[in-house]
Every structure is written in C-alpha cells, then in structure tokens.
C-alpha cells in the first residue's frame, strides 16, 4: 500500500514461505532511495492510514516487537507504537484491515467459524464486514455491516 505522502510502499514479505516455514514481515521500502525497512515481525495485509500516522494490519504471531495474539493491529511506519484494535479468538478470525477515509474507523473481514457435530462437515463458516473505531481498545463496539448476507464477502477498501 502507498504512503499518502508517495515516497514510501508497505508490503508483506515471507522471506521462508518456499522453504517450508512462514515468517511474515511487514515492510517499508522508501520509492525514491530503495532503502527497505523492517516495521513488524508477524503480520500480513499492511494498509497505510489516510493521515500515514500509522499502518494497521493483521497480526499473525506473536512476535520480538510484542504482538501477543492474532487480530487486527496499528503501529506507527518507524514500528513503534503497536496496539491492538480488534482480537482474533479460536472461533474468529479478522483480517483484511481497509481505513475509512477520515482514520476514525476500520473496516475488516471476519470469519466466524461454527462447531456443527450434526453437520457432515462438523464446521460451518460465516464471512462478513465489520467495522471498529480505529482507537480500537477493550469495549471498543464492532458493528457487522454484512449481516445475514450468509456468503463469502471480500472487502476490497474503503473511500
């Protein structure tokens, strides 16, 4: 994803995926001198905010830079300043960060797994859109956007 300002990309990189182990690194790579910085250790699908304050992103592993569980994340471009906004649980999984464009909130898709023992497939799968302040924090309200549409929705962004 481009910076606001253009001089810099960020991008997810898994430097040991065709070597059998997944090591997700989001990255910086300034446009203009080539110079790639490393932001955070565990995370995929990087987006800029509108202001380029920060770069949220689904945080996949614990990590060195303090990630403790899976969700969605914010830090600032120089990797400081993590923060949880939305938490993954066994049963949920949110992914695909996408910034509304004023920064006030985060759109995102959630899968929601259920246990099913009279399913022949024993686990059925839910896909929406939800939405979450982007301060995010405990008691922060998620609102599902997609409700009852019971299909696999992708979001693609948001302006």
Do not use: C
Not at 7 to 32: H, K
Not at 92 to 101: E, V
């Amino acid at each position: 994803d481009w910076a606001p300002s253009g001089t810099d990309l960020v991008f997810a990189d898994a430097p040991g995926y065709n070597a059998g182990y997944s090591v997700f690194l989001i990255r910086r790579v300034n446009a203009l001198t080539g110079v790639v910085s490393l932001i955070f250790d565990g995370g995929l699908e990087p987006v800029y905010s509108p202001s380029g304050a920060e770069i949220a992103f689904r945080g996949w592993t614990s990590s060195s830079h303090g990630a403790q569980a899976p969700g969605i994340y914010a830090v600032r471009p120089d990797g400081s300043g993590l923060r949880m906004i939305v938490k993954d649980n066994q049963w949920m999984t949110n992914y695909n960060p996408s910034w509304s464009p004023n920064g006030a909130s985060l759109a995102f898709n959630r899968q929601t797994t259920t246990y099913d023992r009279k399913s022949a497939y024993y686990y059925t799968y839910t896909h929406d859109i939800l939405s979450a302040p982007s301060a995010g924090g405990n008691g922060a309200k998620v609102t599902n956007l997609t409700a009852d549409i019971a299909a696999y929705v992708l979001l693609t962004g948001w302006r």
